[in-house]
């Protein structure tokens, strides 16, 4: 075991001429925990600094062109580098070998005695990242299907983590490797499979190839796709705002990120639509009654005249939240609150276990809930996805104002209207075909195999035109001729409706090339391949940045809004870094 140092060599702008400032992070390359109180002190020079509790460290030396650094801690041998101030070294350091993995061990413990072995990660705790917060991730493993034939987990089409690894790319920053979910990111792009036929909500797709990146291994594709309502007859919406004031969101690329966000989509709001206004500071407060969406001077001028200060009373603004969208509950229509936040709760319940219960116990009122997250530094995202989750939601991250139009505009009626709630997703694989699989990202939606669509093993949402795509590694059977890889079965329930359907489909075995298939199938193999690089995944096999770009390219296809180009230009970001 080892963990990674990230060194961040910033010259020193209010210190003098004479030093140079070194700020830098500690995290487990296996846990990726931050590590506190690693002691690191500099040669030949008399500075000396300890990490904090999130792992961040920061030191003051003399001017000089390298700078060579030790650093000890507890339980991990000691590690001498060398440093150019140009360079953002990336150094591992291995564990004592009498180090206590009880801990670890314990964690790990939690899937394995699950009826499915995926079942764990939903519980496992946060981890911070230059205090941002992001949900513990283990690694999906290969299960032997004699042994676990079901693969069973939550079906949503949440994006956040595509915009937020962006970000980080583009301030050439290191991706911290909790913030990369593989299915959001393969799901922030547009994919064009068969619509469902007329008289169903969701329809089946599914690819099966070769693995580009293991050489004996196969690729199967399940595409989800959604029903595409008519815009001319989507459900009135009751809206509440539910934004953000506090302190810390008066930062850069907050609230005055969140105002336009808010703009873009009350342009896009009909007569029938309604809208109210609450925000939270110190404590809630009611900013716009509801109001019809024709009224868009009165809703603008109540967005723009919001300032950021004070605390983050979240607990009382979200109760006041849902209290209005009842009032204003319209039947058959959209009731939905959407909390637009940097996800920094400190006054009342704050903890994700407390907020996950509240909202829980909120959407027993029929209103569904959007998170939109926003910021730096201090963003919270794991509060944001366990909110989202829990209240029968969606999630996404705003990074500029591009994502804004992207969300609120060009998917106005997929991030606004669901077509189907609670979906879950059963995979009930053939020992005879599969020897053994691996659901690639979705750590978090892993369900319990004996799980049935209730309270509390719900699924997740899908919205007008979305198409929830889920990928596996396969190990096949030696024996697998073209037999079939098994039976999915998708259960769903309908916006106001409680009654459980299903949708059924028998995957065939059939392999095809990877190269002769299609356009979205290789490129969706791309993104998640790419996501496995970043998380430095134990199951890269083959795979490279260069086969990346390779795949990615020449599976361009259709390109609405330029998305995959521009995932193009990200690639060279990361190729410039190295």
Known sequence: MRFLFFLLLIAGGNVTAQTVWIAGAVEDSITHRPIA???????????????????????????ATTVTLILTHQHYQPKQITVKASEKPLIPLSLNQNYDLVKLAKAKARILQSSNPYYGNNAMGTRSFYNETYGTIFENPFVKTAQHPASIFAVDVDRAA????????????????????IEEMINYFHYKYPAPPDNQ?????SWYTDCPWANGHQLLEIAINARTLDVTQLPPCNLVFLIDVSGSMGAPAKLSLLQAAFRILTNNLRPVDKVAIVTYAGKPGLVLASTPGDKKEKILNAIDNLHAGGSTAGE??????????????????????ILATDGDFNVGQSSDEEMEQLITEQKESGVLLTCLGFGMRNYKDSKLQS???????????????EEASKIFAHEFGSTLFTVARDVQATLMFNKESVKSYRLIGYENKILPADSTIRKEYDGGIIGSGHCAVAMYEIIPAAMSGNSSL?????????????????????IQGTTHSFDASSDDHRFAAAVALFGMLLRQSVYLGEGDLQLVQQIAERSIGEDPGGYRQEFLKLLKLVKRKK
């Open 37 to 63: 109180g690693v002691t690191i002190r500099v040669v030949n020079d008399s500075a000396t600094t300890v990490t904090n509790n999130f792992g961040l460290f920061g030191i003051t030396i003399r001017q």
């Open 162 to 181: 595509y915009s937020n690894v962006r970000r980080f790319l583009k301030q050439k920053e290191p991706v911290p490797a909790d913030a990369v979910r």
């Open 201 to 205: 909500p969701l329809g089946i797709s």
């Open 316 to 337: 009382a603004a979200i109760k006041m939240a849902y209290k209005i969208a009842t009032e204003q509950f319209i039947t058959e229509g959209n009731n939905r609150v």
């Open 387 to 401: 909110l989202s989750r829990k209240g029968n939601g969606n999630f996404a991250y705003i990074d500029d104002l």
């Open 486 to 506: 098994g039976s999915l079965s998708i259960a769903y329930r309908l916006p106001g409706d409680t009654t459980v359907y299903k949708l059924t489909s028998v």
